[in-house]
């Protein structure tokens, strides 16, 4: 469950949390690093070595050519992009349309690959799912069983399943990995501002694992999350029909 499973993995933790893991002294963790470090092609790496993988980043469309527009061709891979919204403003159902789009051929704007669905308020409904690959011309029943679905119910829970994630990615291939939504669990097992700095660290290592995925194995990371007005009360904002779901990327 410590989530390494490739060179870059081992390489994206630190000294404190690889000697954690049992059986592996500070001596054994210098020498693993040594020999990971001595199996890459450098730390250092030119700028055209830069600009070729950011060719292999994949764009996954959202179905809408408007939409598409606005996040500069959809979805995009090495990167984590955030929907965020009050409650019923269409984040889940972008979700569930990605699910579709994501194992689209690169062709026709998808990731052509698997997808992976963490759900934390148990929102997600496959019947949904349905009617949306029947308009992108998909076989239902196919684009079901190529969605890995794991509902968290905890922010340990979630953590754990996160860490999980390396092990399925090394054995197939997956073009995208939802969060839906990424902070309830944290609003509900940190409460108050008492705990608001341990919710807001715990969370920003949530990010930094995801963050590790996406440029490790190239994978494109959805997230949702809900506006609060309060973050000791918890409470939402007030309903505003001028208010709409907004998208963003937290990492170029």
Do not use: W
Not at 81 to 93: I, N, V
Not at 153 to 158: I, N, R, V
Not at 189 to 194: C, I, K, N, S, V
């Amino acid at each position: 469950m410590n989530g390494i499973y490739t060179i870059s993995g081992v390489l994206m933790k630190t000294k404190k949390s690889l000697t954690c893991i049992k059986g592996i002294s500070e001596a054994k963790v210098d020498k693993i690093l040594g020999a990971c470090n001595s199996l890459t092609d450098g730390i250092f790496i030119t700028g055209s070595a830069v600009m070729d993988r950011r060719k292999t980043v994949i764009k996954i469309t959202t179905g809408s050519k408007t939409f598409d527009n606005i996040l500069k061709g959809g979805i995009e891979s090495m990167s984590i992009t955030e929907a965020f919204g009050e409650f019923r403003t269409g984040k889940t159902q972008i979700s569930h349309t990605l699910c579709v789009t994501a194992q689209l051929p690169h062709d026709l704007g998808g990731g052509n690959g698997r997808v992976i669905y963490i759900d934390t308020e148990g929102t997600f409904r496959p019947e949904r799912v349905v009617p949306i690959a029947e308009r992108f011309g998909l076989d239902p029943v196919a684009v079901l069983d190529n969605i890995t679905y794991a509902r968290a119910f905890t922010h340990e829970h979630q953590d754990n399943l996160i860490s999980a994630l390396s092990g399925r990615m090394v054995e197939m291939k997956y073009s995208l990995i939802i969060v839906d939504s990424l902070t309830a669990l944290f609003r509900v097992d940190f409460m108050g501002r008492g705990e608001l700095a341990e919710r807001q660290q715990k969370l920003g290592l949530s990010l930094s694992r995801l963050t590790k995925l996406a440029e490790e194995f190239n994978v494109a990371i959805f997230v949702t999350n809900q506006v609060v007005s309060d973050p000791g009360a918890g409470a939402k904002f007030v309903a505003d029909p001028k208010v709409n779901t907004y998208y963003y990327k937290i990492n170029p």
